[in-house]
């Protein structure tokens, strides 16, 4: 039970509960000089209610307004590569920022995150081909890693074919086979097999 004079006194009521700041999007140049919109969103509570009276005149007021430049402040300090990699390490800048200067008012910032970061269409554009770039390398060295091993597995097989002369014409004529299945009229006699041939006559 609290009392109080009226009209010498006042009372304030607060809730302990978290709160909600919507942080409104707003344009940003980064340390690379990209202009971005960036919207992002910060929840606190009261913890001393006696501080948030004495204190600080409007402290929803004061904890809103020192959210957006904060935001502004840091994010500023990085480049968009960083800001799009490192956003979990930039919230939690943020929040460590925002409470420094809402500990004296008695409120205490428990989470800030990015929501929302719009770049212009010129930037996507340019990363949008920079992606499109960098998976036709990651193809291409694909490619050219399956035609090195698979020249080492032609050069081990010639090793083989070379030491069993043999081998080379039980190939050509499962080669051979292989072609005869498609019900084609095309004859293949192979240089090899030519030479057998012939080889076979003279005896």
Known sequence: LLIFFPFLELM????????????PSQK????????IDIAAVAYYHIVDPKKAVIAIDDIYTAVNQISQTTVRNVVGQFTLDELLSQTTKINAQIQKVIDTHTEPWGAQVTAVEIKDIALPDNMQRAMAKEA???RERRAKVVAAEGEFQSAQKLAEAADVISAHPVALQLRTLQTMAEISVEKNSTIIFPAQFMTTVQEAMKM
């Open 132 to 134: 499109e770039a960098e």
């Open 12 to 23: 304030k009521i607060f809730s302990l509960r978290s709160i909600t700041i919507e942080i």
């Open 28 to 35: 940003i140049i980064t340390k690379d000089n990209v202009s």
